[in-house]
């Protein structure tokens, strides 16, 4: 006898719906933002006046400095500020 | 039919900076982490957004420390579950209305069916584009016979058959990948 009846299949993949788009998007654009994430880093890391207007608030100090403030820049930016 | 490259090659591939076998790989998780974070942990959306979107990017990070490309599922899984502790632990998730809501430990029946949905979704991959299609619009997405009708350019009144026959190619693409599972009525990992 199979495991496997129609009940059983539909339910499984019933148990799987996608994940809402937008966040499957922001995740597939993390390769993207690893040339502008090094960058903001570099130069947080030379300059103490901007690290710390990143740290007070990093979208608005992104935005000033003509990055894009995208989620994943974002929360890339606050895990690294978050492990430093 | 849809190729289906292994895991493992997809992880090679994002080590040596291939894009598109990241957007790939990311695709093939998303669905598994976001199920082991709204219903293996029962996260409100804000809260598994949070999660998700962490889980990619430790993923990204962390690929070099992957010692075995094989072992990308359970590794994934792994870090889901650590980062949905963490977003419990920090106190973030939005209150909880209903008692019967709070899940202070991960649903294990529900993260060991979420792993037994993730082999169905993986051999669904071994069935034609118009097979996966249907299947997965039927029970996944939840959508009706008329817009699956509409969307795939079909009768409506022959997806119901069509249903069924994909189901019977599904069970025996199931089988073939684990036949002692199949002839035992157990369940054995391939």
Redesign the interface.
Known sequence: ??????DR??G?????????EG??L???E???VRTELDAVVAKAEADDEFRRALIADLEATLAREGYEPE??LV??LR?HFADS | MAQTVPAAQLVARCRA?D?GA??EL??RF??????IAT?GFRLR?HDA?DV???V??KV?ERLDSLRNDEAIQPWIAQLTRRVCLDKLRSGSREEITDESELAVDPDEDAIA??D??????EA?RGLSDNCREI??RF????ETYRTIGDELELPAGTIASRI?RC?VK??DE??GRNPL??ES???VNV
């Open positions: 006898m199979s495991t496997y009846d129609e299949l539909s499984l993949i019933a148990a799987l719906p996608p994940a809402p966040w499957v922001a995740a597939q993390l390769p993207f989620r994943p929360d890339a895990r | 900076g894009e990241w957007a990311v695709e998303s669905r598994y982490v976001y199920a219903q959306d957004e998700f979107q962490e990619f990017a990204y069916r979420i037994d949905a993730l082999d169905v979704h669904m299947l997965d029970f996944a997405r939840d069924s189901l599904l069970r199931l089988e599972a199949a009525g157990g369940q």
